[in-house]
C-alpha cells in the first residue's frame, strides 16, 4: 500500500533500540512533543522501537486529528493496549473494540448523561467538605498559627478516591480519614503505572515495549526479562481483584446495591430485562463479567486523572497567586449570593461563575493529565492536513496516506497549544482566553471536543465517558479548597509533570516514585 509516512520530516533517530520513542516517553511536562510538533509541525515522524514498527506519527496537526477521531476512521486503540487492559481490567470498556465497544459505550453513557451526573453531586459534595475539614485539621495540628507543608498530590488522590468510590460504586472507602489503611488500592496505579510505562533506561524501555508489542508474550519471557514489570503487573491485577471484591461485597451488605445513582446500579439496570424491552435491545446490555471488568476500569480511569489534574491546578493557584485571590473573590460572591456558606452549590452555580471555569481550563489546557495517547489504524487510511508540508523528498503534501498498523500519538500536549488556534501567547497562563467574547473556538479549528476546545478529554470513538463528572468534582473541590485555604509555592520547588501513560507530577530535581506536589497551605 503506499505509504507516505517515511517522508514526514521529524528528528534524528535517537538510539538503536528505542528510536525516538524512549526520548518522548521520558521527556518530563510532554516538553520533547512540543519542542518536535513546533520545530517540524503537526505531523511529525518518529523513529519506532526495533522490531515494533520502523516509523510512528506524532500527531496535532487538527485537520489530521479530525479525520483520526471521525467515525469512519480506521483508527483505535491499539492492540498492545486492549490486550493489556485486557488482561488487567477484564472485558471492560477499553479492553474491547468494534460493536462490543459501541455497546459498553452507550451503556456507561446513559449511567453518565447531565441528569444522571447531576444526581452524582450529594456524595461529591460530602467527600469535598471532608477534605475541607480533614486538611483544617491537620493544618492547626500542626502548626497553630500559620502555614504549613503538604503534599496535595496525596490529599489529591485521596479525595478522588473516596468522591469515585462514591458516585461509581455506592460504597464509601474513607481514603480521606484513613489513608494507611486503604495504601495498596490509593497507590495501586501510580506504581503500576511507572514500573511499566515510565522512564527508566533506554534498555528496560524496549524489552518492556516489545513484551506487551507481543514480540516475545510469553509471561515466563517477560517475567525473566523485566521482573519488575511482571511483579507490578501482577500485583496490581491481585489488589483489583480484592478491590473488585470488596466492593461488591459492601454493596451487598447495603441491601444489595448503592444509594441507586451510582454507575454500578445503572450499569445493573442495563442488565435488568425491562416489560416493554424490543426485539434486538439486548444488544445494549451487559453481561455480569463485563459489569464486573468496569470496575477496574473506572477505578484506573477515573481517579488520577481527576488527582493528577486537581494538583496541577493547585500547583497553578501557588504559581499565579492574584489569579487564585480573583477566583476566591468569585467564589465568596456566589456564596453570598445562594445565601451562605450553609448552601451548597448547585451545578448551575458552579457553571455560572465564568472565572472558575476559566482558571480550570486553562491550567487543564497547559497541563493535560494524558498529554499522549496511542493508536494504530486497521486498515490504510488518508490523513488530511491543515497546512502543506514539504516532505524528504522534497515534494509537497497536503494528506499523508498511512498503511494499516501505523502507531500514532495523539500529541494532545501539543494541540492545546497550537499558536494557529490560541494565538501567540499559546504557551502563557492566561485565564482570560476564555472570558473573550470569541473564546469559542471554531471548531474547523479543533479536532471537535467535548470541553472548552481543549483535548484532555479526547475526542472521537473514545472521548472520556466520564468527562461531565471530572468537570462537576473539580468544581466542587476547587471552591472548597479555595474558599478554605491559601495555596503558595514552596520557594525553590519546581513542578513537572512525568508521562507513565498518565501523568504523575513530581519535584523537578528531586523525583520520588509515585509523584509529589509540595504546597504552602494556610487555613483561612
Ligand atoms: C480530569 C479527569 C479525566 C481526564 C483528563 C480523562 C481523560 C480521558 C481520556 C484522554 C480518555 C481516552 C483515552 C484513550 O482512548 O486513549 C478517557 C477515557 C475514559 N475515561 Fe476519562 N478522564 C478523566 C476522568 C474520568 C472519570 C472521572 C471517569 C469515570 C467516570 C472516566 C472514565 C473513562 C472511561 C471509562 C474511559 C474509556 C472510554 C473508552 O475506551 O471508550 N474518566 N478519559
Redesign the pocket.
Known amino acids: 500500500a503506499r505509504d507516505d509516512v517515511a517522508f514526514v520530516p521529524g528528528p534524528e533517530n535517537d538510539s538503536f533500540l528505542t528510536g525516538n520513542m524512549y526520548t518522548l516517553a521520558a521527556s518530563p511536562s510532554d516538553r520533547i512533543a512540543m519542542t518536535w510538533s513546533k520545530q517540524y509541525g503537526g505531523v511529525v515522524r518518529l523513529h519506532g522501537v526495533l522490531g515494533v514498527k520502523q516509523h510512528v506519527l506524532l500527531i496535532s496537526d487538527p485537520a489530521a486529528l479530525r479525520r483520526l477521531f471521525s467515525s469512519s476512521s480506521s483508527f483505535d ?1 491499539s492492540s498492545r493496549n486492549l490486550a493489556s487492559f485486557k488482561s488487567l481490567f477484564g472485558p471492560g ?2 479492553a474491547v473494540e468494534g460493536a462490543d ?1 459501541q455497546r459498553q ?1 452507550r451503556v ?1 453513557a446513559q449511567a ?1 448523561t447531565p441528569i444522571e451526573v447531576r444526581g452524582m453531586l450529594d456524595p461529591v459534595q460530602a467527600v469535598s467538605k471532608n477534605l475541607r475539614s480533614a486538611l483544617r485539621k491537620t493544618l492547626l495540628e500542626s502548626n497553630p498559627n500559620g502555614p504549613t507543608q503538604l503534599d496535595m498530590l496525596d490529599w489529591a488522590r485521596r479525595v478522588a478516591l473516596d468522591s ?1 468510590t462514591m458516585f ?1 460504586f455506592g460504597v464509601p472507602i474513607h481514603a480521606i480519614d484513613a489513608p494507611e489503611k486503604i495504601h495498596d488500592i490509593l497507590h495501586t496505579f501510580d506504581a503500576m503505572l511507572e514500573d511499566c510505562l515510565g522512564k527508566s533506561s533506554t534498555l528496560k524501555y524496549f524489552l518492556r515495549e516489545t513484551a506487551v508489542a507481543g514480540i516475545y508474550p510469553s509471561l515466563l519471557g517477560i517475567a525473566l526479562t523485566d521482573p519488575t514489570f511482571f511483579r507490578s503487573m501482577i500485583g496490581a491485577t491481585k489488589r483489583l481483584g480484592e478491590f473488585s471484591k470488596w466492593v461488591r461485597a459492601t454493596r451487598a451488605e447495603q441491601d444489595g446495591s448503592g444509594n441507586g445513582n451510582d ?1 454500578l446500579s445503572l450499569l445493573a439496570k442495563s442488565k435488568a430485562p425491562t416489560e416493554k424491552a424490543n426485539k434486538g435491545e439486548s444488544k445494549y446490555k451487559l453481561a455480569d463479567d463485563e459489569i464486573r471488568a468496569q470496575i477496574g ?2 477505578l484506573f ?2 481517579h488520577d ?2 488527582s493528577t ?1 486537581l494538583a496541577m491546578f493547585l500547583t497553578d493557584m501557588g504559581r499565579f497567586p492574584e489569579v487564585q485571590a480573583k477566583l476566591r473573590e468569585e467564589i465568596l460572591a456566589k456564596q453570598a449570593e445562594v445565601g451562605g456558606e450553609d448552601v451548597p452549590f448547585t451545578q448551575e452555580d458552579y457553571e455560572s461563575m465564568p472565572y472558575l471555569n476559566a482558571v480550570l481550563k486553562e491550567s487543564m489546557r497547559l497541563n493535560p ?2 498529554g499522549q ?1 496511542f493508536r494504530t489504524n486497521r486498515s490504510d487510511d488518508v490523513l488530511p492536513l491543515s497546512e502543506p508540508i514539504r516532505g524528504t523528498d522534497g515534494k509537497m503534501r497536503d494528506q499523508i496516506a498511512v498503511s494499516a498498523g501505523t502507531v500514532v500519538v495523539v500529541d494532545i500536549a501539543s494541540s492545546n497549544r497550537r499558536k494557529d488556534v490560541w494565538g501567540d501567547d499559546a504557551d502563557d497562563f492566561r485565564p482570560e482566553r476564555w472570558l473573550k467574547e470569541d473564546a469559542v473556538l471554531p471548531l474547523t479549528k479543533t479536532p471537535g471536543v467535548v470541553y472548552g476546545s481543549v483535548l ?3 475526542a472521537g470513538n ?1 472521548t ?4 461531565r ?2 468537570v462537576l468534582q473539580l468544581q466542587a473541590f476547587i471552591c472548597d479548597l479555595i474558599l478554605g485555604f491559601r495555596i503558595s509555592q514552596v520557594p525553590g520547588v519546581d513542578i513537572i509533570r512525568e508521562f507513565h501513560g498518565v501523568t504523575i507530577p513530581k519535584v523537578h530535581g528531586n523525583p520520588v516514585r509515585g509523584g509529589e506536589v509540595p504546597l504552602v497551605m494556610e487555613a483561612l
Open positions: 486503540l470498556i477499553a465497544h459505550r456507561i453518565l469515585l461509581a454507575i476500569m473506572v480511569a477515573g486523572t481527576v489534574t493529565a494524558l495517547t484532555n478529554f479526547l473514545r472520556c465517558p466520564g468527562w463528572i471530572a
